[in-house]
C-alpha cells in the first residue's frame, strides 16, 4: 500500500475514534494493529488526511526517525485544530513543534530544570501543596469534587511556582488552556483563547526581563542573555507550552488514577501492603491511560517504510502512543492493569527528541498525590454511581471533567 490522495482519505476512518469503556482505549486500536497496523485516517476538526501508526514498534521507529519533522506549518500536518491557514502561518513555533537545530538550542536550555536531582528537591514543595489542598477537602467536610479540590490545583500550583506565574490568576489560564485543549471549539475560540492567553505571559515575561525572580522563566530569559537562543516571542510561546503541558496531563492523570484506586480495592490494596510499589503503580497508570489522545503529530520529510506501508514525503503522521501501549507485542496482557508488570519503555511521554522535559515533575507529583491522599483519606469512595462521571471524550487529552468523592 502506498500514499494516498486527499479524495480517498474522505472515505476512510474519521479521527478521534470513540471510546466503548471510558477507562480502556477506543475499541479501533486494537483492530487496526491487527488489521491494518498503518492506516489512513482524516481528521474529524479539519478534514485533515493522515496516516494513522497503531504498533509499538512503528510508533517508536516514527518517532524516532530523523525523516520526520513537527512542524506544524507543513501543509501534510495532521492539524487537529481548526486554525486559519494564514494564523498558522503567523505563529511562532513552540518547542514541541520545532525541528533541529532551533529544537535542540531551547531544550538544551531547558534541560537543567528538569533532571532527576532536581526534581527530587521539589519533593517536600509538592508534599506541602498536597498537604494543604488534603486539609482543606478535609476541613470542607465532603463531599468534593476532586478535580477542582485537588488534581487541577496541585499540578497547576506546582507549574506556578516553577515558572513563576502568579497562581492568583489561575481561573484565567485553567479556563484558556482548557480551551485550548478541547476538541470542536469554533476558530473563533481557540484563536481568542491563545491569543488572551499569550497576552497574559506576554506582560509576565515582560516584567521577568527588567524585574527576574527566583523561578525557571527568569533564570531562562538571564541564561538566553549570555547565550541567545530565543527572542521574547519564542520566551512567550514557551511559557504557554509549559503552563499547558504542566498541569492539563498531569491533573487528568491524577483523576483517572484516583478512579482506578477506587474501583479496584485490589489495587489499593496492593500498594498498601507494600508503599515501595507506588513507582510502578505511577509507572502502570501512565501506561494504561496514556492520556494524550492527539497523539504525536509528525509529518514525513522523506519516503518512510513502515509496517508494510511507503508514507510518502510531505504526508502527515499520527503515532498513537496509547495504541502503542497497549500493543500486546509490548506488553503482555495489555488491557490490565498490573503493578508488577516488567516490560518497560511505555510511550505516555513520546520517544525521541520531544520526549517530554516534564517526565519526572510529573511522576513525582503523582506518586505523592496517590500516596498521600489514601494514606490521609483511608475511606476515600466516588459520591455519585460510576455510571455518572463524565469523561473528557471531547478533549486532546483525555481525563475526567469532575470526579465527586466523599468519606
Ligand atoms: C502525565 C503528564 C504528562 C504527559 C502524559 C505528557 C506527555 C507529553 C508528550 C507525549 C510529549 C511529546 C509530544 C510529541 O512528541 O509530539 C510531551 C512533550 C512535552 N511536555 Fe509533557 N507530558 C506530561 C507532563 C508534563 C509536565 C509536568 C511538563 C512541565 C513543564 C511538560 C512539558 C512538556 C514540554 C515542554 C514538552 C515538549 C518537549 C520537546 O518538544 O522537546 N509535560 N509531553
Redesign the pocket.
Known amino acids: 500500500m502506498t500514499s494516498t490522495d486527499d479524495s480517498t482519505a474522505t472515505a476512510i476512518a474519521s479521527f478521534p475514534f470513540p471510546r466503548r469503556c471510558p477507562m480502556s482505549p477506543p475499541d479501533a486500536y486494537a483492530e487496526l494493529r491487527e488489521q491494518e497496523p498503518v492506516s489512513r485516517a482524516t481528521i474529524a476538526a479539519t478534514g485533515r488526511p493522515t496516516w494513522l501508526v497503531t504498533r509499538y514498534e512503528d510508533v517508536r521507529k516514527i518517532?524516532g526517525d530523523p525523516d520526520v519533522s513537527?512542524n506544524l506549518k507543513l501543509p501534510g500536518y495532521p492539524l487537529q485544530v481548526p486554525v486559519p491557514d494564514e494564523v498558522l502561518q503567523s505563529v511562532r513555533p513552540?518547542?514541541?513543534?520545532?525541528d533541529p537545530p532551533e529544537?535542540t538550542a531551547q531544550?538544551r536550555m531547558?534541560i537543567p530544570e528538569?533532571t532527576a536531582h532536581k526534581v527530587r528537591t521539589m519533593r517536600p514543595h509538592v508534599q506541602q501543596i498536597v498537604d494543604a489542598r488534603i486539609d482543606a477537602m478535609l476541613d470542607s467536610g465532603g463531599p468534593v469534587d476532586l478535580v477542582t479540590a485537588l488534581a487541577l490545583p496541585v499540578?497547576s500550583l506546582?507549574?506556578c511556582e516553577?515558572l513563576g506565574v502568579p497562581y492568583a490568576d489561575h481561573g484565567s489560564f485553567e479556563s484558556w488552556s482548557g480551551k485550548i485543549m478541547t476538541r470542536g471549539m469554533s476558530q473563533e475560540d481557540y484563536v481568542a483563547a491563545v491569543t488572551d492567553l499569550d497576552n497574559y505571559l506576554d506582560g509576565l515575561v515582560t516584567s521577568k526581563e527588567t524585574a527576574p525572580g527566583d523561578d525557571l522563566l527568569s533564570r531562562f530569559i538571564e541564561k538566553n542573555r549570555e547565550n541567545p537562543v530565543a527572542d521574547h516571542v519564542d520566551i512567550v510561546t514557551?511559557a504557554r507550552?509549559?503552563l499547558i503541558?504542566?498541569?492539563e496531563?498531569?491533573s487528568?492523570?491524577i483523576s483517572l488514577g484516583v478512579l482506578a484506586f477506587l474501583r479496584d480495592p485490589e489495587l489499593l490494596d496492593a500498594v498498601r501492603a507494600d508503599p515501595a510499589l507506588m513507582p510502578a503503580a505511577v509507572e502502570e497508570f501512565?501506561r494504561y491511560f496514556?492520556?494524550?489522545d492527539a497523539g504525536?503529530?509528525?509529518v514525513a520529510l522523506a519516503d518512510i517504510e513502515v509496517g508494510g506501508v511507503t508514507i510518502a514525503a510531505g504526508d502527515g503522521i499520527l503515532p498513537l502512543?496509547n495504541s502503542a501501549n497497549h500493543d500486546p507485542a509490548a506488553f503482555t496482557d495489555p488491557d490490565r492493569i498490573d503493578f508488577h508488570r516488567t516490560e518497560r519503555g511505555h510511550?505516555?511521554?513520546?520517544?525521541?527528541?520531544?520526549?517530554?522535559?516534564?517526565?519526572n515533575?510529573?511522576r513525582l507529583?503523582?506518586d505523592v498525590v496517590y500516596r498521600t491522599l489514601f494514606d490521609r483519606i483511608p475511606n476515600l469512595r466516588l459520591a455519585v454511581p460510576f455510571e455518572e462521571l463524565s469523561f473528557k471524550h471531547d478533549a486532546m487529552?483525555y481525563g475526567m471533567h469532575g470526579l465527586p468523592a466523599t468519606w
Do not use: D, K
Open positions: 518517532l513537527a513552540m518547542l514541541l513543534s520545532m529544537h531544550r531547558l528538569f499540578p506546582v507549574i516553577l514557551m507550552l509549559m503541558g504542566g498541569h496531563t498531569t487528568n492523570m501512565l496514556a492520556i494524550s504525536t503529530p509528525r502512543n510511550l505516555t511521554f513520546g520517544f525521541g527528541i520531544h520526549q517530554c522535559i516534564g517526565a515533575l510529573a507529583e503523582l487529552v
